[in-house]
């Protein structure tokens, strides 16, 4: 049982260049985020999706985007690199009925853009 | 938005001793939860806490639920080096629709000598 599966694990940028990291889940959650984790600032959430389909901005979505066409695919996707996005990502999902709070995370996509 | 203060920063102990965290909010949350994070992995869930006042033991770990709802602790008894981590708070609200995101701490980041 995979779980939460991100690609890259790591990846350095130019700045301005785009990429896009991968997330994918198997445990049919309805819900999934996308969290950048910055040195002693905790976890602040990028964007989430509720559904296929549905996606919305979390506390720090400037200079991302998402998509959600599958249940199990969320990519976020950066499209002009700059240095303050450099950061370890983590992917997470939970069920629809998410009372429990608990979400499962993947182990997270460091990114270094120069 | 939201905000969770967490404290400590960070501890540095030996093994065998007893640890202790808290984190306290402006607001009041329907559901704190504690995550451990190991390095170089996504965090993990170790306790779900839904109700003021509620105590709840996992192993080693205890945490409560604090009575005014805008707090809550963790305690570790008799470290041991594999609780070496981050330890993150983070609440739930299920007010205005919210009940899908949470809102994290910013870390304990513990580091436990043998």
């Known amino acids: 049982n995979a779980g939460v599966t991100q690609t890259p694990k790591f990846r350095i940028l130019k700045i301005g260049q785009s990429m896009t990291l991968q997330c994918t889940q198997d445990?049919?959650?309805?819900?999934m985020y996308w969290y950048r984790q910055d040195p002693g600032m905790g976890l602040k959430l990028i964007y989430y999706?509720?559904?296929?389909?549905?996606?919305d901005k979390g506390e720090v979505p400037n200079g991302y985007n998402v998509s959600r066409s599958t249940t199990e695919d969320f990519p976020l996707r950066l499209e002009l690199a700059a240095p303050s996005q450099t950061s370890v990502y983590f992917c997470?999902?939970?069920?629809?009925?998410?009372?429990?709070?608990?979400?499962?995370f993947g182990e997270g996509s460091r990114l270094t853009v120069l | 938005g939201q905000q969770l203060n967490q404290s400590p920063q960070s501890m540095f102990i030996q093994e065998g001793e007893d640890v202790s965290m808290n984190c306290t909010s402006s607001?009041?949350?329907?559901?704190w939860l504690w995550y451990k994070q190991d390095p170089g992995e996504g965090p993990v869930l170790l306790i779900a806490?839904?109700?003021?006042?509620e105590l709840t033991s996992n192993g080693r770990l205890t945490a409560q639920f604090g009575i005014t709802r805008k707090d809550s602790f963790l305690n570790i008894s008799a470290s041991i080096p594999s609780d070496v981590g981050i330890y993150f708070c983070?609440?739930?609200?299920?007010?205005?629709?919210?009940?899908?995101?949470?809102?994290f701490g910013k870390g304990t980041l513990l580091t436990v000598n043998p």
């Open positions: 997470a999902s939970s069920y629809l009925v998410s009372d429990t709070g608990e979400l499962f």
């Open positions: 445990m049919n959650h309805n819900y």
């Open positions: 999706s509720v559904g296929a389909g549905i996606t």
């Open positions: 607001s009041i949350f329907n559901t």
């Open positions: 806490l839904y109700k003021a006042g």
């Open positions: 983070a609440g739930q609200s299920r007010s205005g629709g919210s009940n899908y995101k949470l809102t």
